[in-house]
């Protein structure tokens, strides 16, 4: 898959055949259109393109917006270098994009930058400056300037609702089995391994206290989790706590995974941890050693889990 970070950077000497999303999650609704936009573009002997934005275009309207997403650009980036996408457009959206009228937007982006031959797009899909211009007019526009539109069905564009809105509902509640189902893959978490308190290490369970350095990651609801992760090329197992900590009187949210059978100096590496299970809500506990009961019952979990997996 070849990326690039702007339209204007594109380039391609081919034919293209051309869908337009922020596919956050790349999910099972999402993992069909991108089928359809691969099979569309075979068919038609074209180079396939999504065109995506970062930031997301409500982070940039919408003042204050606390819209959480479930991908980093990072990983939505992977995920849909898997789908064998042959081109991925990443462009930084921003208020003078946004002003481009509906003509403006087919004309110089997709004819001109994109060599379009066709674009797969939803029935409700709406473009152009305040998001005036409609499916209808988009025909109208392929006609003039000789591209055709491709529909894709009500029932799969509802199931990507769905999916999204069920996928973040799920999360939120703590149903980490659901959200994978709709994901079809674990969901994940990517940061770097920083200082913490290091009170993992006192009682027996050091932990890797992971920071992920962005504020629109969504993070699943409080609690002990089952995970996994690659680490120096190895799948490692492990327990993850999002929380406060309050046995210790902590303040501030934390992701803290404890690995198991493993030691290594992990300051400063960059991790991707895979959410696989939940065990339990975070608790307070009336000592250290209550604490310490309570994880050892969590490792007892996690290994007949792995054990039956």
């Given at each position: ?217 969504l993070i699943p609801k409080i609690g002990v ?85």
């Amino acid at each position: 898959m070849n990326i690039f970070h702007s339209i204007d950077s594109f380039s391609c000497h081919q034919k293209t055949v051309v869908t337009i999303g922020t596919f956050d999650g790349v999910h099972i609704g999402h993992q069909k259109i991108v089928q359809q936009l691969l099979s569309s573009a075979q068919q038609s002997h074209c180079a396939s393109v999504i065109l995506t934005f970062f930031p997301h275009p409500r982070m940039v309207l919408q003042d204050q917006s606390e819209i959480r997403l479930l991908n980093t650009i990072e990983e939505r980036t992977l995920l849909l270098e898997k789908t064998g996408l042959d081109y991925l457009i990443i462009h930084p959206f921003d208020h003078s994009f946004s002003r481009l009228t509906a003509e403006e937007f087919v004309k110089k982006v997709l004819v001109e930058k994109l060599n379009i031959q066709k674009i797969v797009i939803g029935y409700d899909h709406r473009f152009g400056r305040n998001r005036t211009a409609d499916i209808n007019d988009l025909i109208d526009f392929g006609h003039q300037y000789g591209f055709e539109v491709e529909q894709i069905s009500a029932q799969q564009i509802e199931d990507v609702s769905v999916s999204s809105t069920k996928i973040r509902t799920a999360l939120q509640e703590g149903q980490i089995t659901l959200a994978n189902q709709y994901l079809g893959y674990p969901y994940l978490l990517s940061g770097t391994v920083k200082k913490g308190r290091q009170l993992g290490r006192t009682i027996g369970f050091p932990t890797a206290n992971i920071e992920l350095g962005i504020d629109y990651k969504l993070i699943p609801k409080i609690g002990v989790y089952i995970v996994q992760s690659h680490i120096n090329g190895k799948l490692t197992y492990g327990m993850m706590n999002i929380g406060t900590n309050p046995t210790v009187s902590g303040q501030n949210l934390s992701i803290e995974v404890y690995f198991i059978d493993f030691e290594a100096d992990l300051y400063e590496q960059k991790l991707d941890i895979s959410v696989l299970e939940r065990i339990r809500d975070e608790e307070k506990f009336e000592s250290l050693d209550a604490l310490t009961k309570a994880i050892s019952r969590d490792l007892d979990i996690t290994r007949n889990y792995l054990k039956n997996r």
